[in-house]
């Protein structure tokens, strides 16, 4: 019975390049973000990110799965720069990106459905979201709850097509007896974030997800260590989110943080799903901070 082990890590936040605000985004939401960075940059720190993503490398997992927020600002210098983050994490096939908020912080000069990151998203370049990656006995779908949004607001959306498209996908695989994963930036779980930040149709795809189930969701976003669920067609759906993979320990926010999962399709109830928790303990050093086995 083989195990599928699945690195999950979110919201690196990773430090704008030079260049990253010109000024024909001084009067646009890029503007108000950039006074949002100069006054939490702290809280996220290259050192952390680096010491997480070799944490990563050195466990050698089958894939890589990183839910969001990768950017600040969603400008094209941001995307460049992550592109070559990512391809730091490992080849384009094990490793899905899942988009955030400020990946899609406003249109104005952000790559159109997210073009640099193409080979991250999904196997199939020419592909809409919801993205499948088939590997082995385990199904990685990949949503894309990241769109513009207002002043002031992080909400984020699938919208009417990606939920029917979704659907299909869960259907399909399901039939073929896969072990699903869905990833999406926005939590799912009711409650997770106030509204201002929630994903504005989450009542469409729970659900969608009580009718056609999954067997694990993983998010970003909240910025904490969460173990939610919601109800699916023959019980209820683990739901896991992690920290920021780039905030030091003793701040405002919890400590970096990422999952190795432990996947094996087919184990008897309980036993399908194992998690081993990593992240930053003092300094930048990573260290084990505990494992446990969830139902699935």
């Known amino acids: ?82 592109a070559d983050w990512l391809e730091s994490l490992g080849a384009p096939a094990d490793v899905t990106v899942s988009p955030g908020n400020h990946d899609a912080l406003t249109a104005r000069r952000a790559p159109e459905r997210f073009a640099p990151w193409s080979p991250w998203l999904g196997d199939s370049l020419d592909a809409d979201f919801p993205h499948v990656r088939v590997r082995g006995r385990v199904a990685i779908v990949n949503a894309c709850s990241a769109v513009p949004t207002a002043l002031h607001l992080a909400q984020g959306s699938l919208g009417a097509e990606q939920l029917a498209r979704l659907a299909e996908v869960l259907a399909a695989t399901r039939a073929q007896g896969l072990f699903r994963v869905l990833l999406v930036h926005h939590p799912v779980a009711a409650g997770t974030v106030s509204g201002r930040k929630a994903l504005v149709d989450a009542d469409l795809l729970r659900a969608l997800l009580r009718e056609q189930g999954a067997e694990l969701v993983l998010h970003g976003h909240a910025h904490e260590a969460l173990l939610n669920r919601v109800a699916g067609p023959a019980g209820s759906i683990p739901v896991l989110g992690v920290p920021s993979a780039s905030t030091p320990a003793g701040g405002h926010d919890p400590a970096a943080r990422w999952n190795l999962i432990h996947i094996t399709p087919g184990a008897p109830a309980g036993q399908q799903l194992r998690v081993e928790a990593r992240g930053v303990a003092q300094g930048a050093r990573i260290e084990a901070l505990g494992a446990y086995t969830i139902a699935a």
């Open 1 to 82: 019975m083989s195990t599928f082990r699945l690195a999950h890590l979110s919201d690196p936040h990773l430090a704008p390049p030079p260049g990253a605000l010109r000024g024909g985004d001084l009067f646009s939401k890029r503007l108000l973000s950039r006074f949002a960075w100069r006054r939490k940059r702290h809280r996220h720190n290259p050192e952390i990110l680096e010491a997480i993503a070799a944490d990563v490398r050195a466990a050698a997992p089958d894939h890589v799965a990183v839910t969001g927020d990768l950017t600040n600002f969603a400008t094209p210098e941001e995307f460049a720069a992550a």
